[in-house]
């Protein structure tokens, strides 16, 4: 079982839809990150958070330490959007959930 | 100011063959984690370097070792490639004591 865990796997959204990508860890962690990677690879850091809620735009993330569980939303979605979006969390070391896949349709 | 540089972008292998990939963490940053990505997969942490010595490892065999330099860059050495080696190798830095990481664009590797 892995360490982290997220749903869904694949997402298609038409542009303007509200989003939500959930992330579930079983390790004890300092921080929870969330990641944006793009076809041919580079990842952009898009949240990282100990607790409660960071907005960025039309990003928002929210931690539940408690239930070890967090989402990420996106608002007004858009076809920029489409990308892989991947879940981490920072314990003793790095862990990293599969990802998910988001296209999202004009 | 530049971010994490990785080189090369995209390289080809023979299976058996030795292969170094090279980061230059961002400025200011002094610790580098590197992440081996296999097609459709998450990240898999490797190990990561901090004051010229390997702090952490993940499981990963003795043929992938590493080295941090005192500019704070790192190599990655992968040594007798196999085809399971071919993978996207991501390099990240960090400021020790800190959680922000940057990453690279990566290192596409391909053993054939």
């Known amino acids: 079982k892995n360490e982290v865990e997220q749903s869904p796997q694949n997402l298609t959204a038409q542009e303007g839809e509200f989003i939500t990508i959930n992330c579930s860890y079983s390790v004890g962690i300092s921080a929870l990150h969330w990641l944006q990677q793009h076809p041919g690879g580079g990842i952009v850091s898009l949240f990282m958070l100990s607790s409660g809620k960071k907005k960025h735009g039309r990003l928002i993330a929210t931690i539940n330490i408690q239930e070890k569980h967090s989402s990420l939303h996106i608002t007004a979605s858009h076809p920029r959007d489409s990308a892989v979006y991947i879940c981490?969390?920072?314990?003793?070391?790095?862990?990293f959930g599969t990802g998910t896949s988001l296209t999202v349709i004009p | 100011d530049a971010g994490v540089t990785q080189s090369p972008t995209h390289l080809i292998k023979t299976r058996g063959q030795q292969v170094t990939l090279r980061c230059s963490p961002k400025?200011?940053?002094?610790?580098v984690s590197w992440y081996q990505q296999a097609l459709g997969q998450g990240p898999q942490f490797i190990f990561q370097?901090?004051?010229?010595?390997?702090?952490q490892r993940g499981n990963f065999p003795d043929r992938f070792s590493g080295h941090q330099f005192p500019n704070y860059s790192s190599e990655l050495n992968v040594n007798a490639l196999l085809l399971g080696d071919s993978a996207l190798y991501l390099c990240?830095?960090?400021?020790?004591?800190?959680?922000?990481?940057?990453f690279g664009s990566g290192t596409r590797l391909t053993v054939v």
């Open positions: 400025s200011g940053h002094d610790t």
């Open positions: 990240a830095s960090s400021e020790t004591g800190l959680q922000g990481y940057t």
């Open positions: 981490a969390v920072t314990g003793n070391q790095f862990y």
């Open positions: 370097y901090y004051e010229e010595e390997e702090r």
